[in-house]
Structures are given as C-alpha cells and as structure tokens.
C-alpha cells in the first residue's frame, strides 16, 4: 500500500501524523488512539480521518496493517541476516526497549505482593526457572507454575495482593492468554515478558517488559533464542536487590 498516495488531499494535522506513523511504524501497534493524539498534539478524529482516507475503517484497522507491515519487513531481514548477527541484533534492541520506569514499577509491585506466581511454557519455561532461582536467592519468595495442568487451577489461590509475572515470547500462547484473563478478574497484580510486538497478553497489563526477537511464532519454531528474557531479568533483579538494601539502610 502506498500510504502517500493522497497525501496531498490531507490536511496540515493529518500529515503530521502520517509522517509520525511512518517513522514510527514498529511502536504504532502499541499506542493506544489517545496516545498517539497526544505525541502528535491532534485529536482522535484527526487519526480516524486519516486512517479511513488511508483506506481503512479506523485506527484499529490502521495498526493491524502495520503490525503486518513489520513483520513482513522482520523476516524479510531475518532471511538476509547470520544467525550471530540477529542475536547481537537482538540484544542491542532489547536494551533500547529498556524502561527503567517500567522496571521500577514492576520492583515495587513484586516487593509488595503477598505471593509472587511465575507462569511459563515450553522453552520459555527455562526462562521461569531463571527467574525463580534469581528472585529466591535474594530472599523473595515465589512460585513457579510449571505444571501444564496447574497453569489455570492456581488461579482459584491468586488473591488481589498477589503478582503473577507470564514469560511468553509470542503472547499469544493460548493457555498463557486464559490463565492471565483469570487472574485480571481477580484483579491481582500482572508483570509480562513478552517479544516487542502486538501481542494479547499485554493486552491485560500496564506492566509489559518488551524484548527484541526477529520472530516469535513458537508454534512453528520453539527454539528461538530468548536472550532477550535474561538481560530483562538480570535487570529486574537488579532493580530489586537495589530496592531491598534501601530498606536496609
């Protein structure tokens, strides 16, 4: 699609969000309309009249195509990049995805929770044990839903003051998907790690803690490298032992 292509039809506003859109083509499928109105200093029916003279029905239909967009584009460098060059390319992006904010807010929620739950699946699953060692070696206790069976069960025990941190690549894992509607109902605390791109599962919270990875389809490939997941722990646990000695002092 040529997104230029009635560009001189549109108005001073409607280019200037287009000309954000374009160079901000990875982030957009994140922002909600609200928040591209306000990093674009419009308003959401500037974004809505734009998007249908794109062509589209809305804004919503507008991010879907250039999620789209993105992941073509991905696989498209994945193909021409080598295999050490696409992991040095996906730790360098991962660091530029780092929200100290983030991690600061996902600190205090852990810290203050009654129980911390660690829910993973398939080879993200080495991810959770990761995480579970790191977090109880320095004196934070937690549990870490290994059990296939037990992924929706432990929702009956998840209580308001509670933390329950998913690790799934895609966000999309259906069973990772329903556990975390459960556990929104009970309006407990919820960390994701997930890959840098629209994904369900960030859907159901504020707390989203992002890694590159130049695909995440798990069902067609689960060994994808998860690099990615470690540097954002090492960080988190950082963060937190941090925080602990604060209180020490």
């Known amino acids: 699609m040529n997104f230029l292509e009635n560009y001189n039809e549109m108005t001073v506003s409607e280019r200037k969000v287009l000309n954000y859109i374009l160079n901000n083509k990875e982030t957009i499928p994140y922002l909600k309309i609200n928040e591209l109105a306000d990093a674009t200093f419009v308003s959401k029916t500037v974004i809505i009249n734009l ?12 991010k879907y195509h250039l999620n789209s967009i993105v992941k073509e584009e991905k696989n498209q460098y994945n193909q021409e990049l080598p295999f050490v060059d696409m992991l040095k390319d996906s730790v360098n992006k991962t660091f530029s995805l780092v929200s100290e904010k983030v991690l600061e807010s996902c600190a205090d929620k852990i810290l203050l929770a009654n129980n911390v739950f660690i829910m993973a ?9 990761y995480l579970e060692h790191l977090l ?30 998913f690790i799934s690549l895609s966000g999309n894992t259906e069973k990772v998907v329903e556990t975390a509607k459960q556990v929104h109902l009970k309006k407990a605390g919820i960390i994701n790690l997930t890959s840098f791109q629209s994904n369900t599962l960030a859907s ?3 707390d989203n803690l992002y890694v590159y990875t130049h695909t995440s389809d798990t069902k067609k490939n689960d060994k994808i490298p ?18 602990k000695m604060s209180q020490k002092i």
């Open 51 to 62: 998007a249908q003279k794109l062509g589209f029905s809305g804004y919503k239909e507008l």
């Open 121 to 129: 699946r398939g080879t993200s699953k080495v991810v959770g044990s």
């Open 136 to 165: 109880l070696s320095i004196g934070i206790q937690c549990i870490f839903i290994k059990d296939y069976n037990l992924s929706e069960t432990f929702t009956s025990f998840v209580k308001e003051d509670d933390v329950v941190i």
């Open 204 to 206: 159901y919270s504020t």
């Open 226 to 243: 998860r690099v990615g997941f470690f540097i954002i722990i090492d960080l988190l646990i950082h963060h937190l032992s941090q925080k």
